[in-house]
């Protein structure tokens, strides 16, 4: 991930789904069905899908940050960004599972005090993140009404350090508090999709999507304890095992798309996110209702018959402006991107027209806020994904 000081508020920095298709289109996934690629942003969207489903992607992330004061700095990092599995069980029916990063949290900042005739360093340090573990349940109602539910375990490790000690050497922190959150918790999301066919046309269709947040807080086990380097290492233990709760913003998010089939869609998606109430004193930034916007597209120039393989590629690409809950001085943190991507079907005699697909995003964006304390990030993000789908792996054979 790289410093980010952004990553401090809460259990850190949204992920995202990680999925390849969807990073390409800004993250536009509430109402925007495939065939070929298993929507896990509105759980509702799986009763789609006909194949079984297997998707594996990769993330590599690089950012340039501009802090108030501290120049530039560089970073950047790649790593597993999504591992997932759909099952069709019935005509109605489907069930999906998998893993991915939830949030993630890196970031270091260094303050200077003067205090008697002595000159003190302070370094405060956060490292960690969180994984989800998720299961999916999808019911096609009708042919025009989809509703799916999310089950999802988070769980992972958010570390604090505030190490201090005399100047001039900037690594003669000889006092050390250390504080471990261990974040564990059920959180639920279900989902809503509505299909209308387009009178006076063939293969088109409105689709409705909606989802919600039904957990508003993460609950943790806190340890803390005080380190002095000077005394050998002397350790005391401030706490351990405590129970505690981070209040996340909870999210609604409402999807409109158009698509052709086998042909070309359009979506636009909202969010809007209820800032939790401030839990602890911070005179610059505060915590802040926030509205975000994303519009994705893609378009195949052929169909899955086409002989010519560039009529065969799904090409995508999208806009996003996301506000992030937190405001300093009244001025909202944002998060802007732009992204590109396309799938790349693998051709094999065996499977016409069901192929697996190579699937590549790029996203440039910006995040932040520009001259503030928080600081400003332009970054770019790479995801490459493989998703398995075609009958070839995963059909039952019958023999007469």
């Known amino acids: 991930m790289g410093h980010t000081p952004i990553s401090r508020f809460g259990p850190g920095i949204p992920f995202g789904s990680g999925i390849s298709r969807l990073e390409g289109l800004a993250g536009t996934n509430t109402a925007l069905p495939n065939a070929d690629h298993a929507n896990f942003g509105n759980p509702a969207l799986l009763a789609v899908n006909e194949k079984v489903q297997l998707n594996m992607d990769l993330r590599y992330a690089y950012r340039e940050l501009n802090g108030p004061g501290a120049g530039k700095y560089r970073s950047g990092g790649a790593g597993p960004a999504n591992i997932s599995f759909l099952i069709p069980v019935s005509k109605?029916?489907?069930?999906?599972?998998?893993?991915?990063?939830?949030?993630?949290?890196?970031?270091?900042?260094?303050?200077?005090?003067?205090?008697?005739?002595?000159?003190?360093?302070?370094?405060?340090?956060?490292?960690?993140?969180?994984?989800?573990?998720?299961?999916?349940?999808?019911?096609?109602?009708?042919?025009?009404?989809?509703?799916?539910?999310?089950?999802?375990?988070?769980?992972?490790?958010?570390?604090?350090?505030?190490?201090?000690?005399?100047?001039?050497?900037?690594?003669?922190?000889?006092?050390?508090?250390?504080?471990?959150?261990?974040?564990?918790?059920?959180?639920?999301?279900?989902?809503?999709?509505?299909?209308?066919?387009?009178?006076?046309?063939?293969?088109?269709?409105?689709?409705?999507?909606?989802?919600?947040?039904?957990?508003?807080?993460?609950?943790?086990?806190?340890?803390?304890?005080?380190?002095?380097?000077?005394?050998?290492?002397?350790?005391?233990?401030?706490?351990?095992?405590?129970?505690?709760?981070?209040?996340?913003?909870?999210?609604?998010?409402?999807?409109?798309?158009?698509?052709?089939?086998?042909?070309?869609?359009?979506?636009?998606?909202?969010?809007?996110?209820?800032?939790?109430?401030?839990?602890?004193?911070?005179?610059?930034?505060?915590?802040?209702?926030?509205?975000?916007?994303?519009?994705?597209?893609?378009?195949?120039?052929?169909?899955?018959?086409s002989t010519r393989y560039l009529n065969v590629i799904t090409f995508r690409g999208g806009l996003a402006y996301n506000q992030l809950p937190f405001a300093e001085n009244g001025k909202q943190l944002t998060d802007r991107k732009i992204t590109l991507g396309a799938s790349f079907p693998i051709i094999r005699k065996e499977a016409k027209f069901t192929r697996p697909l190579i699937n590549l995003s790029v996203a440039f964006g910006q995040r932040g806020l520009e001259n503030s304390s928080v600081g400003f990030e332009n970054y770019y993000q790479v995801n490459l994904g493989f998703t398995l789908n075609d009958f070839l792996w995963f059909n039952r054979y019958k023999i007469d």
């Open 92 to 305: 109605k029916f489907s069930a999906g599972f998998g893993a991915r990063p939830y949030t993630i949290r890196d970031f270091i900042f260094f303050e200077k005090q003067l205090i008697g005739g002595d000159s003190i360093g302070l370094r405060t340090r956060g490292l960690g993140g969180t994984s989800q573990f998720f299961f999916s349940l999808a019911y096609k109602i009708s042919p025009k009404v989809r509703i799916g539910l999310e089950s999802s375990y988070i769980l992972g490790t958010l570390e604090d350090s505030v190490s201090f000690g005399i100047l001039p050497s900037d690594v003669n922190f000889n006092f050390i508090s250390v504080r471990q959150r261990r974040v564990s918790q059920f959180v639920f999301k279900p989902g809503l999709h509505l299909v209308f066919p387009l009178s006076g046309s063939s293969g088109r269709f409105l689709n409705f999507g909606a989802t919600a947040d039904l957990s508003g807080r993460l609950g943790y086990r806190d340890f803390s304890f005080f380190t002095i380097k000077g005394l050998g290492g002397q350790r005391d233990t401030l706490s351990n095992n405590v129970n505690g709760t981070f209040r996340r913003p909870l999210t609604y998010s409402f999807g409109i798309s158009l698509l052709s089939q086998e042909s070309w869609s359009v979506g636009l998606d909202a969010d809007y996110q209820v800032a939790p109430p401030q839990n602890e004193e911070n005179l610059l930034v505060k915590n802040k209702n926030a509205f975000s916007v994303r519009l994705g597209g893609e378009y195949i120039m052929g169909t899955k018959k």
